[in-house]
């Protein structure tokens, strides 16, 4: 089966980095994903990279991909206390018609 | 107004029960999703469908049901509940495959608890 693991827990204090990793299992997505979900809501797009790209940043948000590897990680700068959330990665699955998501990081921010 | 909407937000039920949770949206997407959601097993495909004449079964569909009435109406059932499917549920629409990068759109979920 398709399996995207992720470490379930991250607690970080206001202020400092935050970086939720990821291990993806298709070598061949064109996409991968960062989606989060703040409490009593839906997931949301927060950013994605292209398979090509090594790396892409985006204000606080940076995220690198390894692809041989097949490791995908969000780094958060400054990461405040609204940044507390599940953040799942994501890649495309059966033939791109779905999406399998992973185990979902719940990152705790310390003021 | 929430693009993508579910009712009920709670419902508690009794082992045995019929249950419905519905989902519309107003995004004009032909694709819709439903996922349970279990802490620590992450997001699990229930069913998904492309258009109304197109229903494709997910990673975990037994004991589920759905029916896409309308593009903008995708509903999950739940035949005879049982414990077990205590959870979080979310519908979610994406305008295309993701071939094309397609984002996908989640509603705020259904918290449903079989007794």
Known sequence: GEDVEQSLFLSVREGDSSVINCTYTDSSSTYL???????GAGLQLLT???SNMDMKQDQRLTV????????LSLRIADTQTGDSAIYFCAEPSGGYQKVTFGTGTKLQVIP | DADVTQTPRNRITKTGKRIML??????GHDRMYWYRQDPGLGLRLIYYSFDVKDINKGEISDGYSVSR??????SLSLESAIPNQTALY????????????????FGPGTRLTVL
């Open chain 1, 64 to 71: 690198l991909l390894n692809k041989k590897d097949k490791h």
């Open chain 2, 90 to 105: 979310f519908c979610a629409t994406s305008e295309h495959g993701t071939s094309s990068g397609g984002e996908q759109f």
């Open chain 2, 69 to 74: 009435q309308a593009q903008a109406k995708f």
């Open chain 1, 33 to 39: 994903y960062w989606y989060k979900q703040e409490p």
């Open chain 2, 22 to 27: 519905e989902c519309s949206q107003t995004k």
């Open chain 1, 48 to 50: 994605y990279i292209f």
